[in-house]
């Protein structure tokens, strides 16, 4: 436990730089829940930002050394670079300062039963299933999801009970700052490799991540992922596996059907049939997003009434497989995926529910993935008719000049020869109004601001 800040309430104060930020605004809710006082900066007003000053928080709209005048902490996130002025003048006063993850970790360790779930991709999804769940079974927990999530009304969710869920990610090692009671891992891919030399790397990092749960505590794998198996026989304690299709795993499935891309299927535990459910959101994905919800929850001891309820109530979070809207009998639909791993079961599940044409708008996020992984994204869009891929989209990271848009672009036509590069969104708008057609389906893709062509286009009167 890090015993340089504790929750009591008083005359404490907490600055966060980038308040805005999904993770750490939710961090700033939990915060002043327990009545200390919140500060911090952020670039961009938002409605998560304004959320935050009805509560009582103080926002400051830049990043200056004058934002900092006595606060007791300041918290910063991964992607902030150390010669941030507030964290720079936090120093000088002598402030301590406190990384996002680790003020999480300091959160987790005030809950005596705390749920983490880690994996390359999926955490929000599977996060806000287990939650879903959670509720329904009465279990009153306090929610932290990487998404906005409607059930809670947000990102977010205070409860009063020792029960707390959060995502772990595994980005510059963040979630070794974790102590879970029960850590899932869904998947160990290759990704982040601005930080990780290479899987091996990765798997290792997971390993340490694992040993931090606590003792008695649960572990939940994924069997069907090649990299969560071998990880597995380094494991010197128990774990609880699943997989849809590894049949040694202890919860599998079986008599799968779709209907308009969601699956119904029979669960089993241990090959004996444990229940029926009939899931609310596509993809075959989805089918292991809830396995490892079920595996979890049935660890917690969740009915299974709770559980089969929870998940069939569960529609999805925002920007994954979100509808939009339609126009001129053209469903739009927006997903977060950014990895080829993601994008192809994203396309996957959009082309299920694609009467027409199935045209993907894509828009790379970092520069370090789209070069390290670029032989990948040229192979990920096989399953779309089109594939407009729009600029870069940097996040943390500042143009080397190493590679472009347009080498995705190339890369998609050597493969699949069905990509169009676009710059501008609006330009893309027009693309769409030009070649989209009633029964097509227009899904936007990437973590950066890509989801805003579907809301332009939504919103386009057409071409003059």
């Known amino acids: 436990m890090n015993n340089r800040f504790t929750f009591a309430p008083g005359n404490i104060t907490v600055h966060m730089v980038g308040i805005g930020g999904i993770s750490m605004s939710g961090l700033a809710e939990i915060l002043m829940h327990r009545g200390i006082k919140i500060t911090g900066s952020d670039l961009h007003e938002s409605d998560i930002t304004n959320k935050l000053?009805?509560?009582?928080?103080?926002?400051?709209?830049?990043?200056?050394?004058?934002?900092?005048?006595?606060?007791?902490?300041?918290?910063?996130?991964?992607?902030?670079?150390?010669?941030?002025?507030?964290?720079?003048?936090?120093?000088?006063?002598?402030?301590?300062?406190?990384?996002?993850?680790?003020?999480?970790?300091?959160?987790?360790?005030?809950?005596?039963?705390?749920?983490?779930?880690?994996?390359?991709?999926?955490?929000t999804t599977t996060t806000s299933m287990i939650s879903q769940v959670m509720l329904e079974g009465g279990l009153d927990p306090t929610i932290h999801v990487g998404g906005m999530l409607d059930t809670i009304g947000g990102n977010t969710r205070i409860g009063s009970s020792s029960w707390f869920i959060a995502e772990a990610c595994e980005y510059k090692d963040s979630f070794l700052k974790f102590r879970p009671s029960l850590a899932v891992v869904l998947n160990i891919d290759a990704d982040h490799l601005d930080y990780f030399r290479d899987i091996d790397h990765i798997r290792s990092s997971f390993e340490s991540f694992l040993s931090n749960v606590r003792n008695p505590g649960t572990i939940i794998l994924n069997f069907d992922d090649p990299q969560t198996r071998l990880l597995s026989k380094s494991l010197t304690r128990s774990f609880v596996s699943y997989g849809l299709n590894a049949s040694d795993a202890d919860w599998t499935s079986e008599d799968i059907s779709f209907e308009n891309g969601c699956a119904s299927l029979t669960v089993c535990h241990k090959k004996t049939s444990w229940g029926r459910i009939k899931l609310s959101v596509p993809g075959t994905h989805n089918i292991s997003n809830?396995?490892?919800?079920?595996?979890?929850?049935?660890?917690?001891?969740?009915?299974?009434?709770?559980?089969?309820?929870?998940?069939?109530?569960?529609?999805?979070?925002?920007?994954?497989?979100?509808?939009?809207?339609?126009?001129?009998?053209?469903?739009?639909?927006?997903?977060?995926?950014?990895?080829?791993t993601e994008i192809q079961a994203s396309l996957s599940a959009a082309?299920?529910?694609?009467?027409?044409?199935?045209?993907?708008?894509?828009?790379?996020?970092?520069?370090?993935?789209t070069y390290e992984l670029l032989d990948d994204f040229s192979r990920a869009f096989a399953l779309a008719d089109t594939v407009v891929v729009t600029d870069i989209y940097a996040a943390r990271e500042k143009d080397n000049g190493l590679i472009n848009a347009r080498a995705i672009t190339e890369g998609i036509n050597k493969n699949t020869g069905n990509a169009v590069y676009v710059s501008n969104f609006n330009e893309i708008v027009r693309f769409l109004d030009e070649n989209a057609q009633t029964g097509d389906l227009v899904i936007t893709m990437g973590a950066g601001d890509v989801y805003r062509v579907g809301e332009l286009y939504l919103s386009f009167a057409g071409s003059p």
């Open 351 to 369: 082309r299920a529910l694609a009467a027409g044409h199935l045209i993907c708008v894509f828009q790379p996020h970092t520069y370090t993935r």
């Open 53 to 123: 000053k009805s509560m009582g928080a103080i926002i400051f709209p830049s990043h200056d050394a004058s934002n900092i005048s006595g606060q007791n902490l300041v918290v910063y996130s991964a992607a902030v670079p150390q010669n941030n002025p507030e964290l720079v003048e936090a120093r000088n006063k002598g402030i301590p300062v406190m990384e996002r993850a680790e003020l999480l970790g300091v959160i987790m360790d005030h809950f005596q039963q705390c749920i983490a779930v880690s994996g390359t991709h999926g955490k």
């Open 290 to 340: 809830a396995l490892a919800c079920i595996a979890a929850c049935h660890s917690m001891g969740i009915a299974r009434t709770s559980i089969i309820k929870g998940l069939e109530g569960y529609k999805g979070t925002h920007r994954r497989l979100e509808d939009k809207g339609m126009k001129n009998g053209i469903r739009v639909m927006d997903d977060y995926a950014h990895h080829p």
